[in-house]
């Protein structure tokens, strides 16, 4: 198979709580050996079963602050009323690309806009979508179990998250995961053969007979 040299791709996932991002990043991941998962540092503690470098890399807070003023991190946010900061550290993802590796993100739509202000050129961003509100909130009371007002205010939170779906290149509606997860990967393979991300197209073309 004819490879030719490419800059890597960043490929944001976002979706309200519930519609699927994350199954349809997994399923990417099983079955794309040059896709790689986005592992963002945080300042919260790390929980029994985490690997640091695997599920997280845990920093001190001190540590983080450094890291924002040394311009270290490609997009953060705070959680949990302030308590948590969490964010994407520029320097794997930088050396991925350029190595022509792809790096899916899994990230909420302010992420997406701040990543798509560091690195232009190189973002592609899917919103994933649910097919109704019914069945959104059907996978949240089956996810998490909870009932009542917790299960209204993440359905709250879900409307407030769809309305920036125009902010994304690409839209897909979950109704099957698999169909999803391969419009999804269109998107992606689409992205990794843009002329201007074939930084060794020149170089082919001119080597053809």
Not at 19 to 45: F, Q
Not at 98 to 123: M, S, T, Y
Not at 171 to 188: D, F, G, I, P, Y
Request: hydrophobic fraction near 45%.
């Amino acid at each position: 198979m004819i490879e030719i040299a490419r800059r890597g791709v960043c490929l944001v996932l976002s979706a309200p709580s519930g519609a699927g991002k994350t199954a349809i990043a997994d399923a990417l991941l099983a079955t794309e050996p040059e896709l790689e998962r986005s592992i963002s540092v945080t300042t919260r503690d790390r929980r029994p079963r985490e690997t640091d470098g695997v599920h997280y890399h845990f920093m001190t807070e001190a540590g983080f602050q450094q890291a924002l003023r040394d311009d270290a991190l490609l997009e953060w946010a705070r959680v949990l009323q302030g308590t948590h900061a969490y964010g994407t550290p520029r320097v794997p993802v930088e050396q991925a690309l350029a190595a022509g590796r792809d790096v899916v993100f899994d990230i909420d739509w302010q992420g997406h806009r701040q990543l798509r202000e560091k690195l232009p050129a190189d973002v592609v961003s899917v919103f994933v979508l649910p097919p109704n509100l019914a069945a959104l909130r059907s996978r949240l009371v089956g996810r998490a179990g909870d009932h009542g007002a917790e299960i209204d205010r993440r359905m709250r939170v879900a409307t407030e998250e769809i309305r920036h779906w125009v902010e994304f290149d690409h839209v897909v509606v979950n109704e099957q995961l698999a169909v999803a997860t391969e419009a999804v990967r269109a998107v992606l393979r689409g992205a990794r053969s843009a002329t201007g991300r074939l930084t060794g197209l020149a170089g082919f073309v001119a080597g053809l007979d």
